[in-house]
């Protein structure tokens, strides 16, 4: 029955690679922490990047892009809760004609930041208060909310840039039930609806990746040497062994649905297109030169953080590009030079790429430490500098050298094929999520965690085709696929994975497709 289901399966996955379907995508988890440098950077830092075909009803005829940022959001951290970082451009960036040049189209969100309400009218010492509660998003019961976030959606083409969205409203954190009495009512307010097919959200949701990830990270030490049943394994609402260590925490969400016409090369939608197949990734950049003012204020946001200065990084080794400090002129030995320091002219200061994200933990488990940040720094289709990681998987020696069992001999040119290549004769190697638009959507209810590898409890293969490596949709469990695929016919017929088959929280099947977050005052998180 294994030898069967692994035929199954590599045939599933041959076809995903020399069709018009995407082949990216055998990695492990998603990008929590991943390199050295954006570790310290919470707010650039991308957690999860998703691409899929929207599978809300009606909406079928939709792609949805959804980045999200701040790994660990624990919900009771106040008095100062998770925002965007208006100093940083959040981008989600799309190849639609195949050449693994993620330039033909640009998505970007910037934010800004203002000080207002009751707490500013009484000078108060949080940053949302319950005076009156907190209902609104703007106007009448909006009161309480202080510090408020607005952000401006552009779309570039080419040399085409247009603003499809401007001055819309952040969902703040969700600080409990006496500030905010109905958040989910309140984060709907932050659904906007720009017209054309288009809806945008931006706003704190709940952390939808599921995984052991203190085992997984404590050399695999997992729970269970690795291998589920047949039954446990087909099994996507039940752990059967494994503790989900993100469970009862949040992140910063942003997500963008707008109609598959405008993304792909020839403007049809999925049924018409000669080019169904589009390649993207996520990524965040801040300025070259940041300059600090002793007041903690920036001249030109009234009511933002200002970044202390720092000398430009070179292009060339953006890895060692400076984590940001935030402004604190009082703890400066030197007020009267800080008072002197003026502005930079943001048209002097270009923006430098600090993190990407395509195919989930690409840099976290494939790329050395060495080279995590300079990766970081540069664009996917700069891959060909990171090739002796997919050809010789180092997780591959470590699944071998942990649990004795033998994985797919290097050089691995099917995961080469997989991750870098839209069809095995390309020459350009990029690593990009890819998604092939034609694949009907599948039902948020019919969705199977383990997409392509997906079975029944007997072992027979029940394929899921339209998630992960087909794009990534939040439900798909990409560690155990990563796990299988990178540990080759034995990792896959011995059904390998953390133990980890669900998230804690429940999925909904509407835009924007993450759950509500966990509020401060009553989260709670899983232990063993």
């Given at each position: 029955?294994?030898r069967?289901?692994?035929?199954?399966?590599?045939?599933?996955?041959?076809?995903?690679?020399?069709?018009?379907?995407?082949g990216?995508?055998v990695?492990?988890?998603?990008?929590?922490?991943e390199a050295?440098?954006?570790s310290m950077d919470?707010?650039?830092d991308?957690?999860?990047f998703f691409m899929?075909r929207?599978?809300?009803?009606?909406?079928?005829?939709?792609?949805?892009f959804?980045?999200?940022?701040?790994?660990g959001?624990?919900?009771?951290?106040?008095?100062?809760?998770?925002?965007?970082?208006?100093?940083?451009?959040?981008?989600?960036e799309?190849?639609?004609?195949?050449?693994g040049?993620?330039?033909?189209i640009?998505?970007?969100?910037?934010?800004?930041?203002?000080?207002?309400?009751?707490?500013?009218?009484?000078?108060?010492?949080?940053?949302?208060?319950?005076?009156?509660?907190?209902?609104?998003l703007?106007g009448?019961?909006?009161?309480?909310?202080g510090?408020?976030?607005?952000?401006?959606?552009s779309?570039?083409?080419?040399?085409?840039?247009?603003k499809?969205?401007?001055?819309?409203?952040?969902?703040?954190?969700?600080?409990?039930?006496?500030?905010m009495?109905?958040?989910?009512?309140?984060?709907?307010?932050?659904i906007?609806?720009?017209?054309?097919?288009?809806?945008?959200?931006?706003?704190?949701?709940e952390?939808?990746?599921?995984?052991?990830?203190?085992?997984?990270f404590d050399?695999?030490?997992?729970?269970?040497?690795?291998?589920?049943?047949?039954a446990e394994?087909?099994?996507?609402?039940?752990?059967?062994?494994?503790?989900?260590?993100?469970?009862?925490?949040?992140v910063?969400?942003?997500?963008?649905?707008v109609?598959i016409?405008?993304?792909?090369?020839?403007h049809?939608?999925?049924?018409?297109?000669?080019?169904?197949?589009?390649?993207?990734?996520?990524?965040t950049?801040?300025?070259?030169?940041?300059?600090?003012?002793?007041?903690?204020i920036?001249?030109?946001?009234?009511?933002?953080?200002?970044?202390?200065?720092?000398?430009?990084?070179?292009?060339s080794?953006?890895n060692?590009?400076l984590?940001?400090v935030?402004?604190g002129?009082?703890d400066q030995?030197?007020?009267?030079?800080?008072?002197?320091?003026?502005?930079?002219?943001?048209?002097?200061?270009?923006?430098?790429?600090?993190?990407?994200?395509a195919?989930?933990?690409v840099n976290?488990?494939?790329?050395?430490?060495i080279?995590?940040?300079?990766?970081?720094?540069l664009?996917?289709?700069?891959?060909?500098?990171?090739?002796?990681y997919?050809?010789?998987?180092?997780?591959?020696?470590a699944?071998?050298?942990?649990?004795?069992?033998?994985?797919?001999?290097a050089?691995?040119?099917?995961?080469?094929?997989l991750?870098?290549?839209?069809?095995?004769?390309?020459?350009?190697?990029?690593?990009?999520?890819?998604?092939?638009?034609s694949?009907p959507?599948?039902?948020?209810?019919?969705?199977?965690?383990?997409?392509?590898l997906?079975?029944?409890?007997?072992g027979?293969?029940?394929?899921?085709?339209?998630?992960?490596?087909n794009?990534?949709?939040?439900?798909?469990?990409?560690?155990?696929i990563?796990v299988?695929?990178?540990?080759g016919?034995?990792?896959?017929?011995?059904m390998?994975?953390d133990?980890v088959?669900?998230?804690?929280?429940?999925?909904?099947?509407a835009?924007?497709?993450l759950?509500t977050?966990f509020d401060?005052?009553?989260?709670?998180?899983?232990?063993?």
């Amino acid at each position: 029955m294994f030898r069967s289901r692994f035929l199954t399966i590599a045939v599933l996955l041959a076809m995903l690679i020399v069709s018009a379907a995407p082949g990216p995508a055998v990695v492990q988890a998603a990008s929590h922490r991943e390199a050295p440098l954006i570790s310290m950077d919470a707010e650039a830092d991308i957690t999860d990047f998703f691409m899929f075909r929207s599978y809300e009803p009606g909406h079928e005829d939709k792609v949805v892009f959804i980045m999200n940022v701040i790994p660990g959001e624990e919900p009771s951290s106040g008095p100062n809760y998770f925002n965007f970082d208006p100093n940083v451009s959040y981008k989600f960036e799309i190849d639609n004609d195949a050449d693994g040049k993620a330039d033909d189209i640009s998505i970007d969100f910037r934010f800004s930041n203002e000080f207002r309400g009751t707490n500013r009218a009484l000078g108060l010492f949080l940053s949302h208060v319950a005076v009156p509660p907190i209902t609104a998003l703007d106007g009448e019961g909006s009161e309480g909310l202080g510090w408020r976030q607005k952000y401006t959606v552009s779309m570039t083409k080419k040399d085409d840039r247009d603003k499809i969205g401007r001055d819309l409203i952040v969902v703040p954190s969700n600080v409990g039930p006496r500030t905010m009495p109905d958040y989910a009512a309140l984060a709907a307010q932050g659904i906007y609806d720009l017209g054309d097919g288009v809806r945008v959200f931006a706003g704190q949701r709940e952390d939808p990746f599921f995984i052991d990830l203190g085992a997984t990270f404590d050399t695999l030490n997992f729970r269970k040497a690795p291998l589920l049943t047949a039954a446990e394994d087909a099994n996507d609402t039940v752990n059967p062994f494994g503790i989900d260590m993100l469970s009862g925490f949040n992140v910063n969400t942003i997500a963008i649905e707008v109609p598959i016409s405008w993304v792909t090369k020839d403007h049809k939608g999925a049924a018409e297109t000669k080019y169904p197949t589009i390649g993207a990734y996520a990524s965040t950049s801040r300025r070259s030169q940041q300059v600090l003012r002793s007041s903690g204020i920036n001249a030109k946001t009234p009511g933002s953080a200002t970044v202390s200065a720092a000398a430009a990084p070179d292009a060339s080794k953006a890895n060692l590009y400076l984590p940001y400090v935030q402004a604190g002129a009082a703890d400066q030995a030197d007020q009267a030079e800080a008072e002197a320091i003026e502005p930079v002219d943001s048209a002097s200061s270009n923006f430098v790429q600090v993190q990407r994200l395509a195919n989930p933990l690409v840099n976290e488990a494939i790329i050395g430490t060495i080279d995590k940040d300079r990766w970081n720094a540069l664009e996917p289709r700069d891959e060909k500098k990171f090739l002796d990681y997919y050809q010789n998987p180092r997780f591959a020696t470590a699944l071998q050298l942990v649990f004795g069992i033998t994985t797919t001999v290097a050089p691995r040119e099917d995961l080469v094929n997989l991750l870098l290549k839209y069809k095995p004769t390309d020459k350009q190697l990029s690593e990009l999520l890819r998604l092939n638009l034609s694949v009907p959507p599948t039902p948020l209810a019919d969705q199977k965690r383990l997409t392509v590898l997906a079975h029944d409890a007997a072992g027979v293969s029940t394929p899921d085709n339209a998630g992960w490596p087909n794009g990534r949709r939040p439900k798909d469990d990409v560690t155990d696929i990563a796990v299988r695929v990178i540990g080759g016919a034995n990792y896959i017929a011995g059904m390998a994975g953390d133990g980890v088959n669900t998230d804690d929280a429940t999925l909904p099947a509407a835009f924007p497709f993450l759950a509500t977050p966990f509020d401060g005052r009553n989260r709670t998180h899983q232990n063993p």
